[in-house]
């Protein structure tokens, strides 16, 4: 099963788009996503310089414009995609990207979004001197304890052995005199503490422009950096992209869920290298492949080849198809028969493990076709549970 993923601020290098540009097509695309953006991307992609590009305004709609537009020279044809993909996720910002390649959202929508994201979130972190800064090594356990004594966030939690603190400057500078045991720390190089309640001045603005987005449900698994779940409603993702803004990103959380999925390889989106890294230490036995540059193309096509099932969700279905979010227990309501109806926002049940218990919800309710789980069965993250025919939706 692929996974592909995109990756998140700080993964952008000077001129890393350099190679793509050759490509007349690739170039005409990014002209586009530059005037709907209202950026120099091909500047930004090309002859900025590091700085430049760190800029938290200029690199987040720079890394969701190339994610999107390598996906295209990967899969000229999008319906291509559906067919290999099993799921897709991204880091930070990437969540963009890949609720854009599921078609959740237009790639203009994605990239006014982004735009929008990325001023507040620079805006935010202009308020006060605030920063992040890589815990790598030391015991999980340990390492969280230090930070909560230091009153730092655990913002971006990686996986084994790296976990990103956020806070003000003088609590990062506490936490570098008194770290964690057996840990290396390493300032990084960003405007803020993003997934902190630093960022919550941009998710107010985000949320006013997300109102006047369309949604569509994904055709393809996504899953979120939340929690790791598996999200099939479309509104749902787009919600939990704004919010994620002020949240930890728990990609840790995230890979377990693609092993549960039961990946068997992991594509990364340029500018590749820093997912797929993580994936090498952290999801053993998953082959990983970094698309970095044009002429690795036939490669990546041959891996995802390899790799590729058809995404599990129907493209076009004369009803919709509720599906786990998470691995465990499911718990189904008493009362909902076949042939019943159900109110929108309704729950059929939730999905129960060790770590919480995760409500699943019909967003539209309709006519309940067919359950295709029973009441205790165990479940794995994107397995339907129930089919329905909507009520006053077209399908």
């Known amino acids: 099963m692929l996974v592909i993923a995109a990756p998140g601020q700080g993964a952008q290098k000077p001129g890393f788009l350099t190679p793509w540009l050759e490509d007349p097509a690739f170039a005409d695309r990014l002209g586009w996503l530059s005037a709907v953006s209202s950026m ?10 590091a700085e430049t590009i760190r800029d938290t305004a200029v690199a987040q709609p720079l890394l969701v414009a190339a994610g999107l537009l390598a996906a295209l020279e990967l899969f000229p044809h999008p319906a291509d995609a559906f067919d290999r ?17 599921a078609g959740v959202i237009t ?44 009153q730092l966030v655990a913002a971006n939690d990686n996986g084994p052995g790296q976990i990103v603190a956020a806070g003000t400057q ?3 500078a506490a936490l570098a005199e008194d770290p964690p045991e057996k840990a290396r ?64 990103v728990r990609w840790d959380l995230c890979m377990d869920a693609m ?28 082959e990983t492949f970094a698309l970095k540059t044009p002429d690795q193309l036939d ?26 979010p998470a691995k465990g227990t499911f718990k189904q309501e008493p009362d909902l028969r076949e042939g019943g109806l159900i109110d929108p926002e309704r729950s059929i049940g939730s ?18 076709v067919e359950w295709l789980v029973e009441d205790g069965d165990l479940v794995s993250p994107g397995q339907p549970l129930i089919r329905l025919h909507p009520e006053g939706v077209n399908a």
Do not use: C
């Open 40 to 49: 120099d991307l091909v500047h930004y992609g090309t002859e900025a310089d």
């Open 85 to 101: 993909i099993g799921a897709v996720a991204g880091h930070s910002v990437g969540e963009l990207t890949a609720a854009t390649g």
């Open 107 to 150: 790639a203009e929508q994605a990239m006014v979004l982004v735009r929008e994201r990325g001023k507040a979130m620079a805006s935010a972190a202009a308020v006060s001197a605030t920063g992040m800064t890589a815990v790598l090594g030391g015991d999980r356990d340990q390492v969280l304890a230090k930070l909560e004594a230091h």
């Open 170 to 172: 003088e609590q990062l």
């Open 185 to 248: 720390l390493s300032p990084l190089s960003v405007a803020g503490a993003f997934h902190t309640e630093h960022m919550a001045p941009a998710v107010d603005v985000l949320a006013g422009f997300a109102k006047s987005v369309s949604t569509h449900d994904p055709r393809t698994p996504i899953v979120s950096n939340r929690d790791g779940q598996v999200v099939h409603d479309g509104r749902d993702v787009l919600r939990r992209i704004v919010s994620q803004v002020r949240h930890p």
């Open 259 to 286: 092993l549960d999925l039961g990946v068997t390889g992991f594509l990364e989106m340029p500018p590749a290298g820093t997912l797929t890294g993580i994936a090498k230490r952290a999801m053993k036995g998953v």
């Open 299 to 324: 490669e990546a096509r041959a891996f995802a080849d390899l790799h590729g099932v058809a995404s599990p969700i129907d493209a076009a279905p004369t009803w919709r198809m509720l599906v786990a």
């Open 351 to 368: 999905v129960a493990n060790r770590r919480d218990e995760t409500p699943v919800r019909a967003p539209y309710g309709g006519t309940i």
